[in-house]
């Protein structure tokens, strides 16, 4: 067998012009040998979670904030990608980030504070985020928890963000537009030094939760804001429109265009009997 090879850093590639020059660049939608890039680097499923950081001349930079990440250049990264890459509309975008971010949480819970990797976090180390190579976990040299549980569950950092986006992670609610249109969200690192968001008030009923960038670019770009405030007014709106953009995501493809083409080439269904018990 011939060695993997990977497209991985993307040769053609731009930064935002009010992007630091030292912040990741991102993937250019063409490359040289013609292949197609939908995200912004590959390894990535669509953005960089925690948007471009601002140039230090930029007038929204502010020094004292622990990070300059811009939700407003994020909001463009979020309209390339989905639309300008893979053809979502506006509102099947809020629909299936909001949905998407309703369930489950981020994890960057390991502290790597005076490690080997907190000047250059195993997380940069892409695409699979692994410190060992086919590890297929965190870091397992001791640095977060060793034998069965090095990288795994309190010692778990995959992306290196952490925390919920909602307070029922496991269960379905409206907290993930209600947060971010309701609350001021400030600038924090997660324990493993990843660039994110909390709210301003700690006592808040949502505190316990957490936002990255490319969530907030939802309520910076006005057009995904209307978007996002009539989801939260319309419950049964968001619902219908999250299923509706769902099943599209996980049923079609340019190759698949039409409902059940992907069942019908690969000669698998999907079934959600589990959900209900039956």
């Known amino acids: 067998a011939g060695e993997c090879k990977s497209d991985s850093p993307c040769p053609q590639h731009f930064r935002w012009p009010e992007q630091d020059e030292t912040d990741h660049f991102r993937c250019n939608l063409t490359q040289a040998n013609f292949r ?3 995200s912004h680097s590959v390894g990535l499923i669509y953005v960089y979670p925690e948007g471009p950081q601002l140039k230090s001349s930029h007038p929204e930079f502010n020094p004292a904030w622990v990070h300059n990440r ?6 463009l990264e979020v309209r390339d990608t989905f ?7 506006d509102r099947e975008t809020v629909a299936l980030v909001g ?9 960057g819970n390991c502290n790597l504070t005076g490690t080997t990797w907190a000047d250059k976090p195993f997380s940069a180390e892409g695409p ?3 410190a060992v190579p086919g590890s297929g ?3 397992t040299d001791g640095t977060c928890g060793t034998g069965a549980l ?8 995959s992306s290196g963000f952490d925390g919920p986006w909602t307070r029922t992670p496991s269960q379905w609610n409206y907290d993930f537009f209600d947060a971010m249109l309701d609350e001021t969200w400030v600038p924090v690192k997660s324990p493993s030094g990843g660039d994110q968001w909390w709210t301003a008030d700690r006592s808040s009923k949502y505190a316990q939760t957490r936002r990255l960038t490319a969530d907030l670019s939802l309520v910076a770009d006005q057009t995904y804001k209307e978007i996002a405030l009539e989801y939260a007014h319309d419950h049964e709106k968001f619902d219908s429109e999250f299923a509706d953009a769902w099943y599209k995501l996980v049923h079609r493809s340019e190759d ?12 698998f269904c999907t079934h959600f009997e589990f959900l209900t018990g039956e």
């Open 36 to 38: 197609m890039q939908a």
């Open 70 to 75: 811009s939700p407003r250049l994020s909001a």
């Open 83 to 89: 639309a300008g890459r893979m053809g979502w509309t």
């Open 99 to 107: 949905g998407g971010h309703t369930l489950g949480r981020t994890h």
């Open 128 to 130: 699979y985020f692994e």
């Open 137 to 139: 976990r965190g870091p």
């Open 150 to 157: 090095a990288g795994l569950g309190p010692n778990t950092v």
């Open 256 to 267: 698949h265009p039409h409902e059940d083409d992907l069942e019908r080439d690969g000669g």
